[in-house]
């Protein structure tokens, strides 16, 4: 009878297999979950449910799914390393924090487990776990080549003095020339950091300059396809009418904010999630992905498609927890897709972040960036020619769209925060200050390269710190503006 049994429910899998396939969603759905009822053990059967559930948006349920299959396979490292990843992926950072420490617990703790963790941790804010873990990685002697832990650990903490047991292990591994060239890159930006917190400017440069040189060779970027690619955005624009705008009524408003990389988005971000009622996504990589999908499939300006994205990105953007009335995407990067932005979600506002641009060009070149999508930042006439097109595409949209864009100046955010608060806040219509929490939400999860800047103090120090690089870095002053006036432009 058992043997029968196992065989009916793995038919019965095939089955729902090919439902997904077909489309067929929700019938797929229900005979899954009735499998897993009857044989909670069945493991392709939760991975595929799992899979199903995070295509529709519903994260909570399937990192719940994904928790309940790891429990019951007995939290071994393997199973628990893949089931934490697609629980991270789904942006439920504490759900797998909590599985990898049951795991390690049991004693079931490897390298990568640790790694996994302490990555998680630094994505929650909690800082000291982490670097508990990234060492723990780095005494299990985890493979530096598939996690990046000297650098990882770098950013968990500022540094007083370079007798610091990291920095070490973060100039061993840099020059370590058996290492691949972008885990040594990571350790590189993590050593510069180190310099820069105990203010050896002329050491972070020479560093910068190697590391940034060996991201490079392995991810190179284009400024004439990226001037291409502004142009005919613009020329598309003039010659055309926008096209659709979706006519949705919806009790919900999703808001968008860009800018440049390391322009305050993150902060920004943070600090509308302070409000009742604002939820955070954090940087969603879901405008991008529909944007090129529509371009591919020519279907941009077809009603129905749209409609389909509209809904897609609205599950993933509101998602099975709490409901709220404004959803928060920061991902900076979706300055580029602000019409089709517009045609999807007629209540969308746009808050668009700028900052002196010299600091925003030397924090841009200081941070390690895996994503291919940020290549420009890897050397400064590449982000000069990024920063030319991002402009001219903000001034493109904003003399063309029908978009409420605000733009708000890092510098008068760090200086007069109140009153960039309360004018964001009536933009955007939310309750009133009384409503607003005085700290960071707790658990909140970051992901983005501001992870530990977003968390801490508002500083003026960040303000005209490009002066401390300036005789190290004469490309600072040749490559970009002086804009110090930038806070004088934070208006509607």
Same mark, same amino acid.
């Given at each position: 009878?058992?043997?029968?049994?196992?065989?009916?429910?793995?038919?019965?899998?095939?089955?729902?297999?090919?439902?997904?396939?077909?489309?067929?969603?929700?019938?797929?759905?229900?005979?899954?979950?009735?499998?897993?009822?009857?044989?909670?053990?069945?493991?392709? &059967?939760?991975?595929?449910?799992?899979?199903?559930?995070?295509?529709?948006?519903?994260?909570?349920?399937?990192?719940?799914?994904?928790?309940?299959?790891?429990?019951?396979?007995?939290?071994?490292?393997?199973?628990?390393?893949?089931?934490?990843?697609?629980?991270?992926?789904?942006?439920?950072?504490?759900?797998?924090?909590?599985?990898?420490?049951?795991?390690?617990?049991?004693?079931?703790?490897?390298?990568?487990?640790?790694?996994?963790?302490?990555?998680?941790?630094?994505?929650?804010?909690?800082?000291?776990?982490?670097?508990?873990?990234?060492?723990?990685?780095?005494?299990?002697?985890?493979?530096?080549?598939?996690?990046?832990?000297?650098?990882?650990?770098?950013?968990?903490?500022?540094?007083?003095?370079?007798?610091?047991?990291?920095?070490?292990?973060?100039?061993?591994?840099?020059?370590?020339?058996?290492?691949?060239?972008?885990?040594? &890159?990571?350790?590189?930006?993590?050593?510069?950091?180190?310099?820069?917190?105990?203010?050896?400017?002329?050491?972070?440069?020479?560093?910068?300059?190697?590391?940034?040189?060996?991201?490079?060779?392995?991810?190179?970027?284009?400024?004439?396809?990226?001037?291409?690619?502004?142009?005919?955005?613009?020329?598309?624009?003039?010659?055309?009418?926008?096209?659709?705008?979706?006519?949705?009524?919806?009790?919900?408003?999703?808001?968008?904010?860009?800018?440049?990389?390391?322009?305050?988005?993150?902060?920004?971000?943070?600090?509308?999630?302070?409000?009742?009622?604002?939820?955070?996504?954090?940087?969603?990589?879901?405008?991008?992905?529909?944007?090129?999908?529509?371009?591919?499939?020519?279907?941009?300006?077809?009603?129905?498609?749209?409609?389909?994205?509209?809904?897609?990105?609205?599950?993933?953007?509101?998602?099975?927890?709490?409901?709220?009335?404004?959803?928060?995407?920061?991902?900076?990067?979706?300055?580029?897709?602000?019409?089709?932005?517009?045609?999807?979600?007629?209540?969308?506002?746009?808050?668009?972040?700028?900052?002196?641009?010299?600091?925003?060009?030397?924090?841009?070149?200081?941070?390690?960036?895996?994503?291919?999508?940020?290549?420009?930042?890897?050397?400064?006439?590449?982000?000069?020619?990024?920063?030319?097109?991002?402009?001219?595409?903000?001034?493109?949209?904003?003399?063309?769209?029908?978009?409420?864009?605000?733009?708000?100046?890092?510098?008068?955010?760090?200086?007069?925060?109140?009153?960039?608060?309360?004018?964001?806040?009536?933009?955007?219509?939310?309750?009133?200050?009384?409503?607003?929490?005085?700290?960071?939400?707790?658990?909140?999860?970051?992901?983005?390269?501001?992870?530990?800047?977003?968390?801490?103090?508002?500083?003026?120090?960040?303000?005209?710190?490009?002066?401390?690089?300036?005789?190290?870095?004469?490309?600072?002053?040749?490559?970009?503006?002086?804009?110090?006036?930038?806070?004088?432009?934070?208006?509607?």
């Amino acid at each position: 009878m058992p043997v029968n049994v196992g065989h009916d429910v793995n038919a019965r899998f095939r089955t729902a297999q090919a439902l997904w396939q077909d489309g067929q969603v929700e019938p797929a759905r229900l005979l899954l979950e009735d499998i897993l009822a009857r044989q909670p053990g069945h493991a392709d &059967a939760a991975t595929l449910l799992a899979k199903l559930l995070q295509s529709q948006g519903l994260l909570e349920r399937a990192s719940e799914v994904t928790a309940a299959s790891c429990r019951h396979l007995g939290l071994d490292a393997d199973t628990t390393l893949r089931c934490a990843q697609f629980i991270r992926q789904s942006q439920r950072q504490q759900l797998a924090a909590q599985l990898c420490e049951e795991a390690i617990a049991r004693g079931n703790a490897t390298g990568d487990l640790h790694a996994l963790a302490g990555n998680i941790y630094r994505e929650l804010g909690e800082f000291d776990a982490a670097r508990r873990h990234f060492l723990a990685a780095l005494d299990a002697n985890v493979n530096l080549d598939m996690w990046f832990v000297p650098g990882a650990l770098a950013a968990t903490q500022r540094y007083a003095a370079v007798d610091h047991p990291d920095v070490e292990r973060l100039i061993a591994h840099f020059h370590n020339v058996q290492g691949s060239p972008r885990a040594r &890159a990571a350790s590189g930006f993590g050593l510069a950091k180190v310099y820069d917190d105990v203010g050896e400017y002329a050491r972070a440069v020479d560093v910068l300059r190697e590391a940034n040189a060996l991201v490079r060779r392995d991810q190179p970027w284009s400024r004439d396809s990226w001037g291409t690619w502004v142009a005919t955005r613009e020329r598309s624009g003039r010659e055309h009418d926008p096209g659709p705008r979706l006519q949705t009524v919806a009790e919900w408003t999703p808001i968008f904010v860009v800018g440049l990389p390391r322009s305050g988005t993150t902060l920004t971000a943070v600090q509308l999630a302070r409000h009742d009622g604002v939820r955070d996504r954090g940087e969603l990589p879901h405008i991008p992905y529909i944007a090129d999908r529509l371009e591919a499939s020519g279907r941009a300006r077809d009603p129905e498609a749209l409609r389909e994205a509209a809904r897609l990105y609205a599950a993933h953007l509101r998602q099975d927890d709490a409901p709220a009335s404004w959803y928060v995407d920061n991902n900076q990067m979706n300055f580029r897709h602000l019409d089709l932005i517009a045609r999807l979600f007629p209540r969308a506002r746009v808050i668009h972040c700028v900052r002196n641009r010299r600091d925003t060009a030397l924090s841009v070149w200081s941070q390690y960036f895996a994503n291919s999508a940020c290549a420009f930042a890897n050397d400064l006439d590449d982000i000069a020619a990024f920063c030319a097109g991002h402009d001219r595409l903000m001034q493109h949209w904003k003399n063309t769209l029908d978009l409420p864009i605000h733009t708000v100046a890092y510098e008068e955010m760090v200086e007069h925060g109140e009153a960039v608060s309360e004018r964001l806040r009536a933009f955007l219509g939310l309750p009133d200050k009384a409503g607003a929490r005085e700290r960071p939400v707790p658990g909140q999860v970051i992901t983005s390269a501001s992870m530990w800047q977003a968390r801490q103090p508002v500083y003026r120090s960040s303000i005209g710190r490009w002066r401390a690089y300036a005789p190290f870095m004469p490309e600072l002053e040749r490559l970009f503006p002086d804009d110090n006036g930038s806070a004088s432009r934070s208006v509607a």
